[in-house]
């Protein structure tokens, strides 16, 4: 039987690959989310109440400054998150994508909990599995790959000791 949350997604999929939402989406979604993690601790995400979602914390490529940046993640079924960079269906990867290429060693908070992990880029032959498993959580997803006009970088999360990353 269908969860409520799987009810709801399937009701608002559809509407999150509209015009609207990917013009609207970029520009609203993360004030809110900075908002509702001050206000929360780092605890709840707007995202995260129909997805599993987390802040990844990178390096930027060119800056060399921390970013933040709050996505929507799939786990693998081992432990590990697969992050998608879809940026709403735009031309351009998104930003973080290029700072885990430059710097695969990132951080991530889930649900207030903070690790290291270390990103590494999903290769061409495991791409179908991935897209598989997020689309599982989110149908529908790898419409923004197509209407894109690029392939986008899908990424595996893998938790690590934490060695050098408690000053992050």
């Known amino acids: 039987m269908a969860t409520v949350q799987q009810i ?21 979604l993360p004030p809110v989310e900075r908002l509702l993690a001050r206000l929360t601790g780092g605890r709840v995400q707007l995202s995260g109440l129909l997805v599993p979602s987390l802040v990844l914390h990178t390096i930027g490529a060119k800056s060399g400054e921390p970013r933040d940046t709050y996505l929507m993640y799939t786990a693998d079924g081992r432990g590990r998150a697969i992050v998608a960079g879809t940026t709403f269906a735009q031309e351009r990867h998104p930003g973080w994508t290029y700072n885990l290429l430059a710097h695969p060693d990132a951080s991530i908070t889930v649900r207030g909990r ?48 934490d060695t050098h990353h408690a000053s992050m």
């Open 8 to 28: 709801v997604r399937s009701v608002i999929a559809p509407l999150t690959r509209t015009s609207l939402f990917r013009a609207v989406g970029p520009v609203l």
């Open 114 to 161: 903070r690790m290291p992990v270390r990103a590494s880029l999903i290769g061409e032959d495991e791409r179908d599995a991935a897209w598989a498993r997020i689309e599982a959580q989110w149908p529908g997803y790898r419409g923004y790959e197509r209407d894109s006009g690029r392939v986008v970088r899908l990424f595996r999360l893998q938790p690590v000791a």
